[in-house]
């Protein structure tokens, strides 16, 4: 497909359900082997993510958490280092884990030294963590040296880094809508690290994930609904935080779990349809207010008050129970949602009070909780939902085959290949601090998109449908459909031409990139329905 797509809308691939996949003898197994990896990678990472970012606001603040914080981001340290001994073996996770636990110090002396105004500590750490990426980076290239190039990894981690800096700088400054957009931004990009390791191993591991069990709508939703609920999840306990203190963010803490209910909602109208994804987003947004309910009459002391918001979050579970179980009747039972739904209540009051009373050891352990029950939430939806549509997923009808779309450049060389065939720029791809930077012109006509550059602004704006992605020469940031986005280093003019970096670029319209250092050839691809691919060849 030719849309741009926002880091923050890949949650939208639940639209895949109504795109028919091959034909297939079996029903799609959502718990399987593959499924699975991905699921437990995205939602660690993910996790990692969240807790890094309090992690350093309390830090910064000087928080009576902060050590609490700190410490469940190691436990979930601990979790990614036993994953990934679960796939390479015991020697692998001790040795990913020291390598791992040094990039969250050398955010901490960033943290640090930027409480101490301190300029060439803050710089230090930046090194610091420059050196940690390249390190990670060539541990999972010695990992699986034919899936993992060192390069690649390397940028997605750069990606990573400057996403938290990101939102810390932001925290700092006060922009703290910009420091929400930030950590919606990182946890995000998590998921996509996610499936791009997932796809790495289950390719270096044929027999243990066979090809028909790695790639479904299904295994995409299960990754989708559960990296929203985990997501609300985290950021319903930290609001709640936020709300009690009576913290200068909280604010814009509460914006980022209202737009976290924007997404879910859109994904639940991508299954059932607009009409329940309103009606979804209002009963869903109850439970948030009573939430603020139990954090003011908290506040208040008021006892009474406290009893009736568990009264009414009480009444909505019921409510939102009786919504699936009316979506999907055969599938969804209205006391097995509700029982679940208590749970969730219970996770975050459990939370909530623990913090309240000083109790920081337990209050991120219930947070963890929480957080990690929503993604069994999300494999026990998915589960009801591919059984409710089974001809999404095994069609008697197959679509149209999908086309695998190649493009390949290489630094130095104007020529550009799509799909075997091709033609000329008149720049060519750089090397240049680290990154590769490509045309994005070129680039934007290879896939089919409207290219439209303003050479008194220093503009370029590419357009597909009701998209609209802008650029600026000489800035490290974009607008997606107004929305601001970091790049993670300038782009520039080569001869009239905007440079781009080919991993941002390519993050944000979906291709893979595969960069090859000993001749500097660069190759994107993506799979696309047949009659796009077809037209992407006849775009020179």
């Known amino acids: 497909m030719k849309k741009l797509q926002s880091k923050l809308a890949i949650l939208m691939l639940c639209l895949s359900l109504f795109i028919p996949v091959l034909a297939s003898a079996h029903e799609v197994d959502t718990n399987g082997a593959a499924p699975s990896l991905q699921a437990t990678l995205g939602e660690l990472l993910g996790e990692h993510a969240l807790l890094a970012v309090i992690a350093m606001q309390k830090g910064y603040d000087g928080a009576a958490d902060f050590g609490n914080a700190a410490a469940a981001l190691g436990k979930n340290t601990d979790d990614l280092s036993a994953a990934i001994a679960s796939v390479y073996g015991q020697a692998a996770g001790d040795a990913f884990k020291p390598v791992w636990s040094s990039h969250i110090g050398y955010f901490v002396d960033y943290v640090k030294a930027t409480a101490a105004k301190d300029e060439a500590g803050r710089q230090k750490a930046v090194a610091e963590l420059e050196g940690y990426r390249m390190k990670q980076a060539e541990f999972f290239h010695n990992a699986n040296p034919e899936y993992f190039q060192t390069a690649a990894i390397a940028d997605g981690l750069k990606m990573h880094i400057g996403h938290l800096l990101d939102a810390f700088n932001s ?128 506040a208040a002391g008021d006892e009474a008050g406290r009893q009736k918001a568990v009264a009414e979050l009480e009444d909505y579970r019921m409510k939102q129970a009786a919504f699936f179980h009316s979506a999907n009747p ?128 220093k503009t370029l704006w590419i357009k597909d449908g009701n998209n609209t992605a802008v650029f600026w020469a000489g800035q490290s940031y974009m607008e997606l459909n107004g929305q601001r986005k970091n790049i993670g280093a300038p782009v520039f003019l080569d001869k009239g031409r905007v440079q781009v970096p080919v991993r941002f670029i390519a993050e944000l319209l979906g291709w893979d990139v595969k960069w090859t250092q000993s001749n500097g050839a660069i190759t994107l691809t993506k799979s696309m329905p047949a009659a796009t691919a077809t037209s992407m060849e006849h775009s020179h």
Request: net charge negative; no cysteine; proline share 3%.
């Open 330 to 457: 055969a599938y969804f039972e209205t006391a097995a949602i509700a029982e679940g739904l208590k749970m969730h209540i219970g996770h975050l009051l459990d939370t909530f009070n623990s913090y309240v009373n000083k109790d920081f050891a337990n209050a991120y352990t219930f947070e963890r909780t929480a957080y990690a029950h929503m993604f069994m939430t999300a494999s026990e939806l998915t589960g009801g939902i591919v059984a409710q549509f089974p001809d999404k997923f095994h069609g008697k009808t197959a679509a149209p085959a999908a086309s695998m779309t190649t493009i390949s450049m290489m630094t130095g060389s104007t020529a550009v290949t799509v799909n075997g065939k091709t033609s000329k720029m008149d720049v060519t791809p750089v090397m240049k601090k680290g990154s590769i930077f490509i045309p994005l012109r070129y680039l934007g006509e290879a896939i089919g998109v409207d290219v439209t550059w303003d050479n008194t602004k």
């Open 171 to 298: 925290y700092v400054n006060k922009d703290y809508a910009g420091a929400y957009a930030d950590t919606r931004t990182a946890y995000a990009h998590m998921f996509m690290t996610a499936a791009a390791l997932s796809a790495g191993i289950e390719a270096q591991f044929p027999a243990k994930f066979p090809a028909e069990s790695v790639a479904s709508p299904g295994i995409d939703l299960r990754a989708g609904l559960g990296q929203l609920l985990g997501e609300h999840a985290t950021l319903a306990a930290l609001a709640m935080q936020k709300g009690i203190d009576g913290a200068p963010d909280f604010t814009a803490a509460a914006g980022a779990l209202n737009s976290n209910t924007e997404d879910l909602s859109a994904a639940i109208a991508s299954v059932y349809g607009k009409a329940a994804g309103d009606a979804f987003k209002t009963v869903w947004t109850s439970h948030i207010g009573y939430f603020v309910d139990y954090v003011k009459a908290t």
